[in-house]
């Protein structure tokens, strides 16, 4: 079985989040998939398999950490669509099916690629005051993101204090049902976004996340509202760091971004 590792969410390799991405005849039980996902030990290790013709789905899809499946992965889904598109498994837009429903990628000619994902409903919340001592900072605002993602989203006063943010991740992880997404505006929009954010999911083994793709489908409509504009770049301030560019649609939300394959090689066991 081939393996590609894929770096999503940037446009040169050792940036952005990578993924691993298996394509596969059909899924092996999920102790096998979650034994290649710890293998792999990225954030997440993508599988798909091919569906058959005439479904409302082209491929099936599952995201795996090293500890836990999850049920929404966008730096893994936009490897995914990349490594169909460009081995040739798959030309043109395509569906995955997937456990939050059925999602769509659509390459473009530059090379980029557009994910249709749901907009993630947001819920104020009072930020706990164990989760501020955490983070080492003052929430400005908070919100639950709803069960697709299970985040806690957090506003903070600035740029530099994303920047800065060394929270105590063991703290962190008891505060949600995946993890703490840290955001705030764009210190200068010229730079090219016009927000920035940091992911934490110690829960489910990944202490930083590098770039999350399913982190914006909640920062899109948080900042778009905030901006007024439905057309949006967020920078996710990793020490890989990355862009996703966002357009709300209402309840759909696009995330556009590029992907480079740096490692291809054979699963021997």
């Known amino acids: 079985m081939r393996i590609r590792i894929v770096d999503a969410f940037t446009d040169r390799p050792f940036a952005g989040n990578p993924a691993g991405v298996m394509l596969l005849d059909a899924f092996p039980d999920d102790t096998r998939l979650q034994r290649i996902a710890l293998e792999v030990n990225h954030a997440e290790t993508a599988f798909a398999h091919r569906l058959p013709e005439g479904g409302e789905a082209d491929w099936a899809l599952r995201w795996f950490t090293p500890a836990a499946e999850v049920a929404m992965c ?6 995914t669509a990349h490594v169909l598109h460009t081995t040739g498994a798959h030309s043109g837009p395509v569906r995955f099916a997937t456990l939050s429903g059925v999602l769509s990628a659509t390459p473009h ?4 690629i557009t994910l249709d994902f749901p907009t993630a409903p947001l819920t104020r919340v009072e930020p706990p005051a164990e989760v501020a001592e955490a983070l080492g900072t003052k929430p400005l605002a908070a919100f639950d993101t709803g069960p697709n993602i299970g985040d806690l989203l957090i506003e903070v006063a600035d740029e530099k204090t994303v920047l800065g943010l060394t929270p105590d991740l063991k703290a962190l992880a008891v505060h949600s049902e995946r993890g703490v997404i840290a955001t705030a505006r764009a210190e200068n929009p ?3 976004y016009d927000f920035v954010s940091r992911c934490f999911f110690p829960r489910i083994g990944i202490d930083e996340d590098p770039v999350t793709g399913s982190a914006h489908t909640a920062l899109a ?3 778009s509202e905030r901006l007024g504009r439905p057309d949006l770049t967020g920078l996710q301030a990793s020490a890989r760091t990355g862009l996703v560019r966002t357009r709300l649609r209402g309840d759909r939300t696009l995330l556009t971004g590029r992907a480079v394959t740096t490692i291809e090689g054979e699963l021997l066991v």
């Open 74 to 79: 966008g730096h893994a889904t936009l490897a």
């Open 221 to 223: 409509p948080y900042w």
């Open 109 to 112: 000619e530059d090379g980029s």
């Open 190 to 192: 010229a730079d090219g």
